[in-house]
């Protein structure tokens, strides 16, 4: 089993809709993260959560709400989906706490396609 | 601004070597990251580099110096699975992570 897993895998849907990705970790992690990956440009980062009371916005927080239920949930919402929001969705892990590199984890990704 | 750049695309021989560069313009500087990924997963950790100088692991060898802002991934004896992008990450003084774009490696028999 993934030590990050996200749901859905893959999913489509209508402009205007609301959707939410879902993430947990079984890696005991502290901080997560949602990215979205397009195509020639590099991980941008969303929104980020240092622990369970801290929610930060990322560079391209607009249009997206998170939600971190409890240390091992996070979860991603685009309450009106547009065309523009189509894209790789990856949720990631890290723990910087006990002074180890600060390597991010990944979950396998979401591909969410809006029509 | 901050900025990360790297080939789109490179081309290489199974067999051979590969140098995959990666230059940075950050604000500050809290290391360096080199993750893989392969078409349609996840991005995997490969390397983290924060003093200059060469980290040997295996067939994968990553570079840095931090005066010239400048980072290579080194790919010996290449094989075709090794075919994947390769992603370069830099972490700023606020300990966020800029991304590259990425650089696409394609691995001919």
């Known amino acids: 089993d993934a030590d990050v897993t996200q749901t859905p895998r893959n999913r489509i849907t209508k402009t205007g809709k609301r959707i939410m990705l879902e993430c947990s970790q079984t890696?005991?992690?502290?901080?997560m993260y949602w990215y979205r990956q397009d195509p020639g440009l590099g991980l941008r980062l969303i929104y980020y959560?240092?622990?369970?009371?801290?929610?930060n916005k990322g560079e391209i927080s607009d249009g997206y709400s998170v939600s971190r239920q409890a240390q091992a949930k996070f979860s991603l919402s685009l309450e009106s989906a547009i065309p523009n929001q189509t894209a790789l969705y990856f949720c990631?892990?890290?723990?910087?706490?006990?002074?180890?590199?600060?390597?991010?984890?990944f979950g396998e990704g979401s591909r969410l396609t809006v029509l | 601004g901050q900025n990360i750049d790297q080939p789109t695309e490179m081309t290489a021989t199974e067999g051979a070597i590969v140098q995959i560069n990666c230059t940075y313009q950050?604000?500050?500087?809290?290391?360096l990251f080199w993750y893989q990924q392969h078409a349609g997963e996840a991005p995997t950790f490969l390397s983290y580099?924060?003093l200059d100088g060469l980290e040997e692991k295996g067939r994968f060898s990553s570079f840095l110096s931090r005066s010239k802002g400048y980072s290579y991934l080194l790919l010996k004896e290449l094989q075709m699975k090794d075919s994947a992008s390769y992603l370069c990450?830099?972490?700023?003084?606020?300990?966020?992570?800029?991304w590259g774009a990425g650089t696409k490696l394609i691995i001919k028999p």
């Open positions: 580099n924060v």
């Open positions: 990631a892990t890290s723990d910087l706490i006990q002074g180890d590199t600060g390597e991010l984890f």
């Open positions: 890696k005991g992690h502290d901080r």
């Open positions: 990450a830099v972490l700023d003084s606020n300990y966020q992570l800029i």
């Open positions: 959560s240092f622990d369970v009371k801290d929610i």
């Open positions: 950050t604000s500050g500087f809290n290391g």
